[in-house]
Antibody, heavy 122, light 107 residues
Framework: EGHLVESGGGLVKPGGSLRLSCAAS????????MNWVRQAPGKGLEWVSS????????SYADSVKGRFTISRDNAKNSLYLQMDSLRAEDTAVYYC???????????????WGQGTLVTVSS | DIQMTQSPSSLSASVGDRVTITCQAS??????LNWYQQKPGKAPKLLIY???NLETGAPSRFSGSGSGTDFTFTISSLQPEDIATYYC?????????FGQGTKLEIK
């Protein structure tokens, strides 16, 4: 069964940068589309970004476009989110999540990590 | 963007009750609709995918139905461990969007 573990969260000042990582195990990472989803404190879920298995298809929410960059290293079974020009409204728990069908670009999110908290504050 | 409207936003019910949550999409999303359960401090968990398919390992008291713009999530007999917030999510179009959530409490 698949397992996802996020890391890299923390406290950062407005305008700063942070790089999140998501380590995958227990499944053939290189055949699955991966996503980042975030949840601000006490709020609902917001999809942030998606990257297909080969990195050919990449998408972003408008709220992060131009500031965040998603990437993956299939040799290291790892997913990343480079977050630049951070704002207070980016404060959230960030989850990585797997699309449940191999090679599908879209679908259900069947595995989720435990999340990593990013706090943007001066 | 496709807007997903869930109702109610909160719900109080008794153990053994039948519970229904609805989700309405702002445009036709066919069957591209998933339901998740999130307990406090935990990651969301997939329960229903493609509107009506029960995820492996999810209890059979959970079910989903609908297509197009109107969807329903049902718990046939509420159990104490079902206390959580439930979200619908569409993946017919980017950006993928979630409903605002339904917080379920035990009466």
């Amino acid at each position: 069964e698949g397992h996802l573990v996020e890391s890299g969260g923390g406290l950062v000042k407005p305008g700063g940068s942070l790089r999140l990582s998501c380590a995958a195990s227990g499944f053939n990472f290189r055949t699955y589309t991966m996503n980042w989803v975030r949840q601000a404190p006490g709020k609902g879920l917001e999809w942030v970004s998606s990257i297909s298995a080969t990195s050919r298809d990449i998408s972003y929410a408008d709220s992060v476009k131009g500031r965040f960059t998603i990437s993956r290293d299939n040799a290291k079974n790892s997913l990343y989110l480079q977050m630049d020009s951070l704002r207070a409204e980016d404060t959230a728990v960030y989850y990585c999540a797997r699309v449940g069908v191999p090679l599908a670009v879209a679908g259900n999110f069947d595995f989720w990590g435990q999340g990593t908290l990013v706090t943007v504050s001066s | 963007d496709i807007q997903m409207t869930q109702s109610p936003s909160s719900l109080s019910a008794s153990v053994g009750d039948r519970v229904t949550i609805t989700c309405q999409a702002s445009q036709d999303i066919s069957y591209y609709l998933n339901w998740y359960q999130q307990k406090p401090g935990k990651a969301p968990k997939l329960l229903i995918y493609d509107a009506s398919n029960l995820e492996t390992g999810a209890p059979s008291r959970f079910s989903g139905s609908g297509s197009g713009t109107d969807f329903t999530f049902t718990i046939s007999s509420l159990q104490p461990e079902d206390i959580a917030t439930y979200y619908c999510q569409q993946y017919e179009n980017l950006p993928y969007t979630f409903g605002q959530g339904t917080k379920l409490e035990i009466k």
